[in-house]
């Protein structure tokens, strides 16, 4: 770990069982290395389980927003990660002619109040960052394939391997495996849109290289930020494939270059330094509300559980907060029982509430009607800034952190009653 840590009084009141108990993590992403995270620094050692063969720098950029911050201040990582990436000063959301329908001064509301505003960064730079941070290794190429029992767990993987811990924590993302037996048959519902992401090297004009952008277009919603001085984290998305199922990656650039033609700066410079092969697209899909997150023994966290559309830029922040939350109710609750029902009590009215906002975000951001669109970015410019900022503060503010600093050296300043009083 790249931080010396003592014995804390919260590892030292730690439950008996949950010090000594067989904690498995099936899912070596964000979610699941902050929750190993949160866990070691309570004096509990869990195992991650990870599908892929290796961590590679691959994949796009993310966007941490406020409450991501806090939940790593709280894990003493905050600093790192906002070297690593960009603190955006601020940003907004403009119709495709170029005007703005809402500001953003992050400096001026989120950084002034709660100490951090949103920070873009590479995902692998921010699973890096996480890796350093555990003493124990990830198990790569663990690749899990079934859950059979869930009191106690008794987890399969491909290759032939079975686990039976006393606490299974599914952080497998969207297509959980863990999922089917603790909500059995609930799939991902598509929203009948796609995504498309890439990251893009080029010179950036003077103007963006801290500021991320937004553009609400007629079935299109595109935007971004930088990650580094010369690299820009780019996504759009759009009402179904543009290629009509051709997929090479040139005939899909081209048909965004024709889309997305008459957006404003900086787009066409984004679209002119765009590589096709580092052009990603997915089917968007959301999961709905679940009844439970936990099941015996077995207990989701992140997108496993909560899956979102990304119009709110929330999925990610949320698996954090997921993290840092559970690891500290099986930290501080007798049981696995009661830790579950304080974790659900806590983490899911908040997720549940951004992953329905995120919802109806996405059916505004991928709506076709010309005339739609237009009402739409009219009733968005009419609402205050005064609003915007108020919205921007109870997100927050309502950021789910412990009640007690608990991490050995950690960078927080603010408990979650102090921030809560700035509202």
């Known amino acids: 770990m790249t931080m010396e840590q003592s014995p804390s009084p919260h590892n030292q009141t730690t439950r008996e069982f949950e010090a000594n108990a067989n904690i498995a993590i099936i899912g070596g992403g964000i979610c699941g290395l902050t929750t190993a995270v949160a866990l070691e620094q309570r004096g509990i050692s869990p195992t991650v389980y990870e599908a892929a063969s290796e961590y590679r720098p691959v994949g796009a950029g993310i966007l941490l927003q406020t409450n991501a911050m806090l939940v790593f201040d709280r894990l003493g990582i905050a600093t790192s990660i906002r070297d690593a990436g960009v603190p955006l000063q601020n940003g907004g959301l403009r119709s495709p002619d170029g005007e703005f329908m809402t500001r953003f001064d992050l400096d001026g509301v989120e950084r002034n109040e ?22 124990t290794d990830v198990q790569t190429g663990m690749d899990c394939v079934d859950v059979v029992t869930t009191d106690p767990p008794e987890v399969h993987f491909e290759d032939g391997t079975t686990i039976k811990p006393d606490i299974l924590v599914g952080a497998d993302g969207i297509h959980s495996t863990v999922r089917e037996v603790v909500a059995p048959g609930v799939d991902p519902r598509p929203l009948g849109a796609v995504a ?29 930020a930088p990650i580094d001085t010369d690299r820009f984290y780019w996504f759009a998305t759009a009402p179904e494939p543009l290629t009509d199922g051709q997929t090479d990656p040139e005939t899909r650039e081209a048909a965004l270059r024709d889309s997305l033609a008459e957006y404003p700066e900086p787009l066409p410079s984004i679209l002119d330094g765009l590589d096709p092969a580092d052009l990603i697209m997915t089917e968007l899909t959301d999961l709905p509300a679940l009844e439970s997150w936990s099941r015996g023994r077995v207990v989701l966290a992140g997108d496993a559980a909560h899956a979102m559309l990304p119009f709110a830029g929330q999925g990610a922040a949320q698996a ?69 900022r108020r919205l921007r503060r109870r997100q927050a503010a309502d950021t789910s952190l412990p009640h007690e600093n608990t991490a050995e050296g950690s960078e927080a300043t603010r408990d979650t009653a102090t921030v809560s009083r700035l509202i």
């Open 114 to 135: 709660f100490g951090y505003g949103s920070v873009a960064i590479h995902r692998a730079d921010l699973q890096r960052i996480l890796l350093k941070e555990l003493d």
């Open 196 to 224: 498309y992401r890439a990251l893009v090297t080029l010179e950036l004009p003077e103007l963006y290289r801290t500021q991320g952008f937004e553009v609400w277009g007629t079935g299109t919603y595109t935007g971004g």
């Open 320 to 388: 954090i907060e997921d993290g840092l939350t559970l690891a500290d109710a099986i930290a501080s609750h007798d049981g696995h029982e009661t830790a579950f029902a304080a974790y659900e009590r806590e983490r899911k009215p908040r997720a549940n509430r951004i992953r329905h906002e995120s919802h109806r975000l996405g059916r505004l951001g991928t709506m076709q009607s010309s005339l739609g669109c237009r009402l739409r970015n009219t009733v968005f410019k009419a609402v205050p800034d005064a609003v915007i």
